[in-house]
């Protein structure tokens, strides 16, 4: 199928499966994805600049497979917002941790047969923000399986995710997470919007200017 005829009719399915957990006051958002390719293609995935532009919220032009210090640029809204990033572990092929800002994530690779249960751990500082990383991932993870099949629709980021059931995503996500115990639901206070580049982005800007 043409590449822009599948992406017109791409919608993700249910929210996916994802779990929380909070340890000195920072959130873990944990998703996992079985992906029929072997560990060492997942890999270049994660960490090739130009594999990360395919499907990622975020550019960069350092190789995330080696440790250092780089930028990634949010991708897809109208204002690149660039970002501090210190690639903290590279261990090809099996576990890459990264900050993003304030966050931190921390890909684990678990071979399966011939192909690769990949694990996502998400930490940040508010809880508020976990149904919108979840519904973001969850969109990107989509799209990065579709490229790796050899199927590829583009990447979806930004506001432009408003457009493939972001919405619908987040709300599955901040419904479920509140029956969890997060008590304090995924809508930010008036006085946090500002940290926020857009309503309806799938990721949002979680440090402080």
């Known amino acids: 199928m043409n590449a822009r005829i599948a992406r017109g009719k791409y919608r993700p399915g249910a929210a996916d499966l994802a779990t929380v957990s909070e340890v000195n006051e920072r959130y873990t958002l944990e998703m996992t994805r079985a992906f029929g390719h072997p560990p060492a293609r997942v890999w270049r995935l994660l960490t090739d600049p130009a594999e990360i532009r395919q499907?990622?919220?975020?550019?960069?032009?350092?190789?995330?497979?080696?440790?250092?210090?780089?930028?990634?640029?949010?991708?897809?809204?109208?204002?690149?917002?660039?970002?501090?990033s210190h690639i903290r572990r590279a261990e090809p092929p099996r576990q890459l941790e990264y900050t993003w800002g304030s966050d931190v994530l921390v890909w684990d690779l678990e071979p399966m047969m011939?192909?690769?249960?990949?694990?996502?751990?998400?930490?940040?500082?508010?809880?508020?923000?976990?149904?919108?990383?979840?519904?973001?991932?969850?969109?990107?993870?989509?799209?990065?399986?579709?490229?790796?099949?050899?199927?590829?629709?583009?990447?979806?980021?930004?506001?432009?995710?408003?457009?493939?059931?972001?919405?619908?995503l987040r709300a599955e996500q901040a419904s479920r997470f509140s029956a969890a115990g997060l008590s304090r639901g995924d809508v930010p206070a008036p006085d946090a919007l500002s940290r926020f580049r857009s309503p309806t982005s799938g990721f949002e800007r979680h440090d402080r200017p």
Not at 59 to 69: A, I, V
Not at 131 to 137: D, E, I, Q, R, V
């Open 55 to 84: 499907w990622a919220p975020f550019d960069t032009t350092f190789d995330l497979g080696e440790t250092g210090t780089t930028t990634l640029s949010l991708a897809g809204g109208a204002k690149a917002i660039d970002l501090p």
């Open 114 to 168: 011939s192909g690769t249960v990949l694990t996502l751990l998400h930490t940040m500082r508010d809880p508020r923000a976990l149904a919108k990383a979840a519904a973001g991932w969850q969109i990107c993870l989509d799209v990065a399986e579709r490229h790796l099949d050899g199927q590829p629709i583009g990447r979806i980021a930004g506001p432009e995710a408003a457009r493939f059931d972001w919405e619908r």
